[in-house]
């Protein structure tokens, strides 16, 4: 158990995420977010659930009474000259389940298939203005790592149509 963990909550059991999860996961990420985000949730079951693609996961934290959280991530290799390594991009704990280790038992759950793959490290990227997920990878032993995310504004530009379609 990580540090962070306040108790191993052994009724809680980690499985790999089904198609009729799909309803549940929405709903805990609206919770959490605000935002409700269907057709992104569709197409991450696709992409992560309903295709087998080598490195890609999606975990469910299951209770006697059902879904209490979840994790997504993927190995990615070689970007910007970065060996293989495991990314997390989304974590979330029912807010009734909070604090009893859940989250650190999907984070070691999906570390675990990423090391069962060769993966020695494991990345995220968070908000600034997220300071529960940004605690709880902190609780986890996570720390800056050797990369910036840098972005910016796209602007549309003068030959951008917004009614024409993209390729």
Not at 10 to 15: E, G, H, K, L, N
Not at 17 to 22: L, N, P, T, V
Not at 36 to 64: C, N, Q, S
Not at 86 to 101: I, M
Request: some cysteine; hydrophobic content about 40%; overall charge negative.
């Amino acid at each position: 158990m990580r540090a962070g963990s306040l108790m191993n909550n052994s009724a809680v059991a980690i499985r790999a995420a089904e198609a009729g999860d799909i309803g549940k996961v929405i709903r805990l990420d609206e919770l959490h977010t605000g935002l409700a985000k269907p057709d992104y949730w569709r197409e991450m079951f696709a992409a992560y659930v309903t295709a087998y693609h080598f490195g890609r996961y999606f975990l469910i934290a299951e209770d006697p009474g059902g879904m209490v959280g979840f994790i997504v991530g993927e190995i990615r290799t070689w970007e910007f000259g970065s060996p293989p390594c495991g990314w997390v991009f989304a974590v979330n704990v029912s807010p009734d389940s909070r604090e009893g280790g859940i989250g650190s038992r999907l984070l070691d759950a999906i570390c675990g298939r990423f090391r069962d793959c060769g993966v020695g490290t494991v990345r995220t990227m968070i908000s600034r203005n997220d300071p529960l997920n940004l605690a709880f990878f902190r609780s986890q032993g996570m720390t800056a790592g050797p990369y910036i995310e840098l972005e910016m504004n796209l602007d549309p530009g003068p030959t951008d149509d917004p009614n024409e379609a993209k390729a």
